[in-house]
């Protein structure tokens, strides 16, 4: 057998665990690096997701704390899906996938991780991601650190942002 080694999990395993919403983000000194925001208008924000399904697993997020899409008033919905278009305008200019998932899990029923706070998913897909080790190995391998990733991200984002 071989070890796969994933030394940025021990962060999140011996962390201190916060009673808060991850989501509900205060800004302080450093807070957009910190927490891996990419984009940030005046309704929502754009994040990365820190345990990703694929590279570049992106999180579009209301400032509102608020767990049902129905409850966003109508200038909220526009910038909210606005960032959903500029994540994927972004993860193509950055990443040139072949296609993407983008959606909610709305509920704990549907699969949500954090289920009071609603937020989209972006992943990007290639032809093929899904190979013998999330399926047979049950395990999933990232090309790269999420700091790069992040970095990589960026610059995309600022390049073809609309003007505040």
Known sequence: MKTLWAPWRIKYILGKKSESCIFCIKKTKGYKKKHLILYESTYAMTIMNKYPYAPGHLLVV???HLKDL?????EELVDFFEQVQLSISALEQAFKPHGYNVGANLGKAAGAG????????????????????????????????LEDTYNRLLPCFAGIAPAK
Do not use: C
């Not at 129905?70 to 109508?74: D, G, I």
């Not at 990007?124 to 990232?142: C, E, K, L, S, Y």
């Open 70 to 74: 129905r409850e966003l008033a109508k």
């Open 114 to 145: 954090e289920e009071n706070h609603l937020h989209f998913h972006i992943v990007a897909r290639w032809n093929g991601d899904a190979n013998f080790m999330p399926v047979i190995g049950q395990t999933q391998v990232m090309s790269e650190y």
């Open 62 to 64: 209301p400032k509102r």
